[in-house]
């Protein structure tokens, strides 16, 4: 169904609560709504440091924009499993991933065994976020963060603290606001970070004076091992296997629906849900119960800490599945290379 375009006028009491976070609409907020909210961020940004007048100059650097709003009203995540990985999982996005392994092979075992992070994870994200460098997004990062801070109601709080993220980040690392373009939620460079997550988890792996995640790939790759090990990745830890399930899950069983995990693996598994292939499993390891829709009928998995912490990086779990199923390619191919 194709979305609609409709203009909504939403008057300040209401700004939080009229819109939904699935309508397909356009909207456009009075005034009225949107002047406490960039006064708050004025208030916020001097107590950061900055004076009236550069926020106020950082902010008339910003334009509204309404594709980033459509955009973030149909993600790919809402797709069924068996449309949605058929866009990732491709014989050119593995091909380009053997390449860029073989081409930055010193780096990436450098990052791997620094951060302990398996290194098909780290080709699968940037892989998987950017095509090896090729699709970084097009959209201003600041009119990304500036529309989603101050007229996406449902997140309208986390980006405008992104939005204060990337006035420090610029700062800091020296970005050309002008040309700093990335996706429709502000996440910018080859494995695209948004900004508060390049400020924090960025290194310098080249040694050079900078991070520098919008042009070096070294970085980019020892930024995302850095990501993960900071997130928890266990090393040589299983990810996710897939379960055997009579007819349907038995209750009070529950799919995993982003919440911190709260199941342990010994509450998930029983006659009725049993590992596919039988495996030594710490049953006591927490553990989350993954959903995926094939065509005829539904697909389930047993997830565990390191899927968790793929899901850290974006909360679908049909990305992380992705990334996982997509490392595992990588890592079978590189094998099969190598024999």
Do not use: C
Not at 99 to 124: R, Y
Not at 166 to 179: A, F, G, M, R, S
Not at 242 to 252: A, I, K, R, T
């Amino acid at each position: 169904m194709e979305p609609v375009n409709i203009k909504q006028k939403i008057l300040a009491p209401l700004f939080f609560a009229a819109f939904s976070a699935t309508a397909n609409t356009s909207i456009l907020i009075e005034d009225s709504a949107v002047v406490p909210l960039k006064t708050e961020f004025l208030h916020t940004q001097q107590e950061l440091g900055f004076t009236k007048q550069e926020v106020e100059q950082f902010l008339g650097k910003a334009n509204y924009d309404q594709a980033v709003i459509d955009a973030m009203t149909k993600p790919w995540e809402a797709k069924p499993w068996h449309k949605y990985h058929p866009i990732f999982l491709t014989d050119k996005r593995l091909n380009a991933g053997l390449a860029f392994w073989n081409e930055h092979q010193a780096t990436i075992t450098k990052a791997s065994e620094k951060f302990g992070v398996a290194p098909e994870i780290i080709i699968a994200i940037i892989g998987i976020e950017t095509f090896y460098g090729g699709y970084m997004g097009n959209y201003p990062v600041v009119d990304a963060l500036y529309t989603l801070g101050f007229y996406y109601p449902p997140r309208a709080d986390f980006f405008r603290k992104e939005l204060s993220n990337l006035q420090t980040l610029v700062k800091e690392e020296q970005l050309d606001i002008n040309n700093l373009n990335g996706s429709y939620a502000g996440a910018m460079g080859f494995g695209q970070f948004i900004p508060s997550s390049y400020r924090h988890y960025a290194v310098d792996f080249d040694d050079d004076g900078r991070r520098d995640l919008l042009n070096n790939p070294v970085d980019a790759i020892g930024s995302v091992a850095n990501y993960f090990h900071q997130h928890g990745w266990k090393e040589n830890a299983p990810v996710v296997l897939p379960l055997s399930v009579d007819s349907e899950l038995p209750s009070p069983l529950k799919v995993w629906a982003g919440e911190k995990l709260h199941y342990r693996a010994a509450d998930i598994l029983s006659p009725q849900v049993s590992l596919a292939k039988a495996i030594d499993l710490d049953i006591s390891q927490p553990a989350m119960i993954v959903e995926l829709e094939q065509e005829n009928g539904n697909e389930y998995w047993l997830g565990l800490n390191n899927f968790y912490v793929i899901t850290r990086y974006n909360r679908s779990p049909l990305y992380a599945m992705a990334v996982y199923q997509f490392s595992q390619e990588l890592k079978n191919a590189s094998m099969m290379k190598d024999d």
